[in-house]
């Protein structure tokens, strides 16, 4: 296991991941059961893509995170590709939602959108790779736009910026796990963290800042 290497998985207020059933968003997932079987199953379907687990890697230039809440580990498992952003910036339409209460009774028509033509370029197999094509947010920023120009899309508002501010980890399969923190500003993030017996920060950035100072 590469200690430098941290996983985000972003989780909703309730502690746990969410997955479509019909229109229907469910949970799937309480923060409990990851900590209980130290796996985390795939609850993402959308874009046309495979059932998928979807996380972010901190680091440096990257400690911004999908949700204010969730659970930092450590995993041993190969992610199957990066994306420098959320791939909600890849999808074909001009309507990309930044806030999720906006589109939280459509989301099974938003989540399937189809993926722009070309959008593979970038997804990339190691981190270490996206990160020299893309070694901060803004140039990722400045790439997507073009190409979505490119085809024929209008430019991304500023609010959109915060969907490059994180990295999105796919992975294929379920993943085990070595649970390291949980973050959240709300009060009950300490009140899980305490049944848990984990670490609890405020976001994965102060847990991240608090890493580098060791």
């Not at 501010?165 to 305490?194: D, L, Q, S």
Request: net charge positive; hydrophobic share 30%.
């Amino acid at each position: 296991m590469k200690k430098d290497i941290y996983y985000v998985k972003s989780l909703e207020e309730d502690f746990a991941t969410k997955t479509l059933k019909g229109k229907k968003k469910v949970t799937y997932q309480t923060v409990y059961d990851i900590i209980r079987t130290k796996t985390i199953k795939l609850n993402t379907k959308s874009f046309g893509r495979k059932r998928r687990l979807s996380c972010t890697i901190l680091h440096e230039n990257y400690t911004k995170t999908y949700r204010p809440h969730g659970i930092i580990f450590q995993t041993q498992e190969k992610p199957d590709y990066i994306i420098p952003f959320d791939i909600v910036l890849l999808s074909s339409t001009d309507n990309i939602i930044v806030h999720y209460y906006r589109i939280k009774d459509k989301l099974h028509v938003y989540y399937n959108q189809d993926l722009i033509k070309g959008f593979e370029k970038f997804i990339f197999k190691s981190f270490d790779k996206m990160i020299k094509r893309y070694p901060s947010p803004i140039s990722a920023w400045r790439e997507v736009n073009k190409f979505r120009e490119a085809h024929g899309y209008k430019k991304l508002k500023k609010q959109k910026y915060r969907l490059v501010e994180y990295n999105e980890v796919v992975f294929h399969k379920p993943i085990r796990i070595r649970p390291i923190a949980i973050y959240g500003y709300r009060k009950e993030t300490r009140k899980h963290a305490r049944e848990l017996g984990l670490p609890c920060f405020r976001s994965a950035k102060e847990f991240y800042k608090k890493l580098k100072k060791k």
